[in-house]
């Protein structure tokens, strides 16, 4: 399909639409100023638009992008002191110990290798999988699962704990909250009561208050597994009287075994549901995210259910008219006909999560297959946002693989586009410019109509600010639907002659060949810091256009 260009206007043209509306206050107008397109600029911008492919060099103090080049499957990112200290299923050592590495900045990284190897006399000396990190009463308690090599016991549930996040952790030893003595280092620290000889996986807590609550992955003769929750009294025991399954693959309620209600969530006979993440909402209720399929195949992906206490009953967004109602993020697609194959080479096996924040904005890291085509390559870490909106509902900005805003804890800057007065010329739905969506899998019923529509000709967005902001950067979404992206902006003006003339976007965001563009793609411009209350952006197009999101990097 061919694609448009987008021309440069020189001088003032014949708008062919009205105003569309302002979204924020009737009084925001584009003057007859704003639409003149400027012949130079006091600017020293960058426009990352320029490069010939997708390995350029870019500013890591304002952006960070998903290379996938930290191989630590089934990640867990800690945050202290400005320091993220993230640990995995180590391919380094085939998962016989555990490495962690700590970041400032989600590009630069630090290896602390082996801050858990387990002793020649200890049990669980193999498959050291997916450990997560918990300050609890000023230590560091570090759970995982593993196997004895020795004995080929079904894998157990491990507790170790340390004085720092990167230190060498040690097995625990020691009374749990009924006087019992728990010794790991002669045997899993924790075993399923009810099915003690069955492997359990992907231990997870929620801490919500004084209490905590555990959550695990188990397997139910070889044709499924499902995700079961308990409280605990202390973090090594289980209160095993509120012991409860909450979640299966495919099924509605956990209390239906062998549904495929939901058959996106089970497209392998051996139906999974792993990986398991509880998070309480902003609106104080409790989403259980989770993985689907299995982690080989580029069709795993995140789900998720909600519920209105720690222990369920968790319940999963459904439409029988619609594929994926409660995806969270992945390729969202059947194996055959769809975007299964569009993704190929972009972004595949995204799956086993963690949920964290960076101040106050909630991350997800998840691991994918690096070498985005299969899991030959094995697997590596990747991070994006999660956001809910006004109805409590999850949605995520990713799978990203093009370089995104840091969170402003890290680079000092938030997205003022936010809470900017918005105004635009020949364009429909302009407040979906800011809104903080970007639509990601195309076909998704959930997703419709959330971006803003340009017609042909010329075209204007306006962005008033309630005071002046020092702005270093700027990223403006393309469309997610390759027939809808446009090529080049015309200009974008920041006041005093600061301006931004014919930017545009990376060619290698685009695969012709299959008619995909990269979701979360953006024209990317960086510059030192300058004040401005307001920015207008031209556009000229010879056809329609769609654009997902506006973000303004603003001090």
Known sequence: MKIRKL??????????????????????????????????TNLDYVDYGDNSNLNFKYDTTKWYRNDLKLHLPDPCIYEEDGIYYIYGTTDRTGAQTIDCYTTTDFTNYKIYQDVFKPKSNEWGQSSLFAP?????????????CAKNGKDGVNTGLMVATCDTPNGKFELYVGNDADGNLVDSTKGATIRDKFRPNIGILDQTLLIDGDDIYMYYSIYDSGIMQYIVGVKMKDPVTP??????ILLRPGSLTADDEFSKTLTWECYQNFKVAEGPQVTKTP??????????????????????AMSDTPLGTYVKPYDKNTDWSNLLFGYAGTKVGTVYEQWQGFMGGTGHHFIFKSGDQYMIAYHAFANRMNIDGGRAVAIDYLYFDENGNPY?????????????????YKNISLDATIAGENVKNVGRLNDNFIVEHYQLKQEQNKEASFGAGK???????????????????????????????????????????????????????????FPDSAFN?????????????GFESDEEFQLNEIVILGQ
């Not at 206007?9 to 400027?38: A, H, Q, R, W, Y």
């Not at 700027?474 to 090529?487: F, L, P, R, T």
């Not at 014919?502 to 695969?511: P, Q, T």
């Open 7 to 40: 021309c440069i206007f020189l001088g003032l043209g014949v708008l062919l639409m009205g105003c569309s509306g302002n979204e924020n206050n009737i009084d925001l107008k584009i003057t007859s100023e704003d639409k003149v397109t400027p012949t130079d």
């Open 132 to 144: 997560e990190i918990y300050k609890i009463n000023g230590k560091y308690y570090m759970y995982f």
């Open 239 to 244: 209160d095993w009287d509120t012991y409860k």
């Open 283 to 304: 609106e104080g209720k409790y989403m259980m995210s989770y993985s689907v399929n299995h982690y080989p195949d580029v069709y795993y992906s995140v789900c998720y």
């Open 396 to 412: 995520v900005h990713g799978p990203s693989y093009s370089i995104q805003p840091l969170p402003e804890a890290i680079s000092g």
């Open 459 to 517: 075209s204007f967005i306006k962005l008033k600010f309630d005071k002046s902001y020092e702005v270093g950067g700027i990223a403006i979404y393309n469309s997610a639907q390759y027939e809808k992206i446009i090529q080049n902006i015309s200009f974008i003006k920041l006041g005093n002659d600061n301006n931004i003339i014919d930017g545009k976007f990376l060619k290698s965001y685009i695969n012709h060949q299959t008619e995909f563009v």
């Open 525 to 537: 411009f960086t510059f030192d810091n300058v004040e401005t209350e307001e920015i207008v952006i």
